[in-house]
Every structure is written in structure tokens, then in C-alpha cells.
């Protein structure tokens, strides 16, 4: 048992709430929340951490959405583009993947960690991210992904979809979950994605698609045309769509599923995503990418996200929400602070049913303490905001992160 003591606790409950004066007792589940004083005689035998003026308790940040494969990337694909990107993903795809050896990984997660992220959702293409996942501290979400468009290929496809899933079901945990990533409606016949969707539900998998993330998708759903037309048709003079956009997302009725980017979706679709799941919102993915940004004030809530550093520069949460508020520019500063902050840790916890992403009775012990030179209990949120980077202490079901002293 330990006992965190500290000036205020972001509790990241929906209603925002801010503690003073109370201390932490927890194991790997949070045991009581109370005075410092409370705590030490009822539990004497707990370690106990008493951080001073300026420090701030709140829950491990939340990442459901990244490709870990890619991290390689610095200068390789092009950005400003959607369709120029995927070129570029086609053609180094491969090399990107082989040059981000297992050190490599295991950086990309290091720095995740070091920024306070405690649970992440790891988009794995060719499932080499597998060792570095499952042994990590962090808690990992890991969707094996499936694609492929051509009809004749689906079994195929599936086959090396199963066999990177079972293969990641030996690792399964309560620390590594495995789950599954449908591409995109562009890029995965149906009749492949029925045929996951159907084994997702036996499996009671958790599920995550990329959805109408740049304007050529919408235009190559809607009508078959535009820059993804001419792109498809190099590999295949016939291509046509492999689906509607609004079947498409009728096929995940009835699994938790998170919807990536969405920056085209119509209100039919919002809306039908919201139903079904939640959208996941990449601020600066979009940005580089060339795709317009994500209208969130039309929606209920999101959970943010990183993507990869094969469309962003960091793997940070505190980055993703800074660049947020700057993509945002008419959103009301206090309230997008407060949102972003529970799209960073309540929302996704809640799309998935974690036992996370607030620090209440009974959670997960996934805690970080951030200090400042200086707080005003009034703007809270927004110092968070502006300044955290790395917490001084990270704990992950209860155990300190070590990583964070390296
Ligand atoms: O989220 C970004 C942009 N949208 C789509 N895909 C990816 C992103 N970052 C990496 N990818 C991967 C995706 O998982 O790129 C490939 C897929 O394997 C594109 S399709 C060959
Ligand atoms: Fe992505």
C-alpha cells in the first residue's frame, strides 16, 4: 500500500472535479481518498509520499490510437497530402518497418511513458511491435490490423490476420490486451471485414477503424472518383469501392468501437459513431496530412490521440492537446481544456469499459504527479495545459515506472 499525498488531485471525473487537501491510499486499486492524516493511522504500514506546493495528482493519460512500426520515421513520408502520404507509405513501407528495430520500439514507448501515458492502443500492421508491447509497463491495447481490397485476396488476408492475433493471444494479460483494427472502408473489401467483425464478436475483441479521414476517401466512397480513383486504378484499371460509407459503419453495430479521424464524416455519420462508439481525434495527424480539421464541437465527446510518428512528430498527449487548442482557434479556451484533458483520460477509459482514467475509489492505481513552480487553484486545467510534459512520478497498478529516472 502507498499513500500519495499532494496539493490538489484533477480527479478527471465527468464533472471536472478539483481536490485539496487529500491525500491518496492505494494498491493496484485505488483503496480511499481522504486527509493525509486519515490515511497514515488508518493504514501505518503504507509507504508514504508526501509531494509539496505545486504539485498536482491525476490519472495516467490515455493514448488509443498509434502506430508504434513507424517510428522510424523522421523525414521518409511526405506530409501536406493524403494521397502524396500514402504514396509514400506504399513505397517505404517495408524499409520504414525494418529500420525500427526492437530498441526502437521500445523508445517510442519509453516516451510515452516519460510523458505521462499509461495506457495506449497500438495499431500492429505486421505484428512486429508484438515482444515489446507485451513485456512494457504500460498498458497496452493491442489491435492487430487487417486489410486488403481485392475480393480474391480475403482469405488470404484473414489467414495472416488470425494467425498475427492468435499469436498475440499468447501474450494476452492483464497489462496486454489483444484486439483488432479494420483499416478503412477504402482500403478492406467487406466481405473481409464482415468475416473479422463476426470472429471480433465470438472474441468480444475490442475494434478500431480509420474513417473518413481525408477528402479523397469521401469522394471515392460517395462516387468512385477523384485522386483516390486515379491512385487505385494504377494497381487495378476495375477498382471500384469495397464499400458505403454508411454500411460500412452498420457493420460495427453492437462492438465498442473507436472511429479514427473522421475529419469527412456527414452528421449521419457523426452521429452513427457516437451511437456505436466514440471518434478518435488527431490533431496534428490531420494537419500534416492536409486533411480539414475534425468540427469536435459537434460532438458529444472523443477520445485524443497521437496516430503514429508516421503522421506526427511525438508521441505526447500533452503535445497532441497544446496543438488542439491551436487547430481550435474559436473553441472557448476553459472549456477546451477541460475537454481535452478528459478526451485524454475519462473518455477513451470510458469507450472500453476500462477501469481507468479517473482517480476515484476502486480505479486503477494508474497515477501521475506533475509539479509547477506556481498554481492558481482557479486555472488548474489550463496550467496542465500549457506546462506539464513529464510527471516527477508515474505509477502503473500501483508499482512506480522506473522509466521515468533514465
Ligand atoms: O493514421 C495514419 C493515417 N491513416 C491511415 N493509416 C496509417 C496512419 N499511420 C500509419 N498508417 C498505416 C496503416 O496502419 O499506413 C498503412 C496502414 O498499414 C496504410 S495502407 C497501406
Ligand atoms: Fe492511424
Known sequence: MKI????????????????????????????KIAPFYELKAEYPDAEQFEFGKGSVLMPGLINLHTHLEYSANLSTLVYGDFIDWLQSVITHRD?????????????????????????????????????????????????????????????AMYMDFLDRYEKSKEYESERFIPAI??????????????????????EGAFISTHFMESRYEREWLDN??????????????????????????????GVKTLFVHGCYANDKELDLMERIGMIAHSPRSN??????????????????????????????????MRAAIMLHQKAPLPKLFKSLLLASTHYPAKLYKLNKGSVEVGKDSDLAVYHF???????????????????????IAGQEVKVLLL
Open 287 to 320: 494537419r500534416l496530412l492536409g486533411n480539414r480539421r475534425l468540427e469536435i464541437e459537434m460532438l458529444k465527446n472523443f477520445a485524443l490521440v497521437t496516430d503514429g510518428l508516421s503522421s506526427n512528430y511525438s508521441l505526447s498527449l500533452w503535445d497532441e
Open 181 to 202: 483494427a479494420v483499416h478503412a472502408p477504402y482500403s478492406t473489401h467487406r466481405v473481409l471485414v464482415n468475416k473479422v467483425l463476426a470472429f471480433a464478436k465470438e
Open 224 to 253: 468512385g472518383g477523384g485522386r483516390f480513383g486515379e491512385f487505385l486504378k494504377r494497381f487495378n484499371p476495375h477498382a471500384a469501392p469495397v464499400n458505403e460509407p454508411i454500411e460500412y459503419l452498420e457493420l460495427f453495430e
Open 4 to 31: 500519495v499525498k499532494t496539493e490538489y488531485i484533477v480527479v478527471c471525473d465527468a464533472g471536472f472535479s478539483v481536490l485539496k487537501d487529500r491525500a491518496v491510499a492505494f494498491s493496484t486499486k485505488i483503496e
Open 95 to 155: 524499409t520504414l518497418a525494418d529500420s525500427c528495430s526492437e530498441v526502437c520500439i521500445d523508445d517510442a514507448l519509453k516516451s510515452m511513458l516519460k510523458s505521462g501515458t499509461t495506457t495506449i492502443g497500438a495499431i500492429s500492421s505486421f505484428g512486429k511491435d508484438l515482444k515489446s508491447c507485451a513485456k512494457s509497463q504500460m498498458n497496452v491495447i493491442y489491435f492487430n490490423e487487417v486489410l486488403g481490397s481485392a475480393p480474391n485476396a480475403v482469405d
Open 373 to 395: 513552480d506556481d498554481i492558481d487553484e482557479k486555472n488548474l486545467a489550463q496550467t496542465l495545459l500549457l506546462h506539464a510534459n513529464e510527471p516527477k512520478t508515474l505509477y
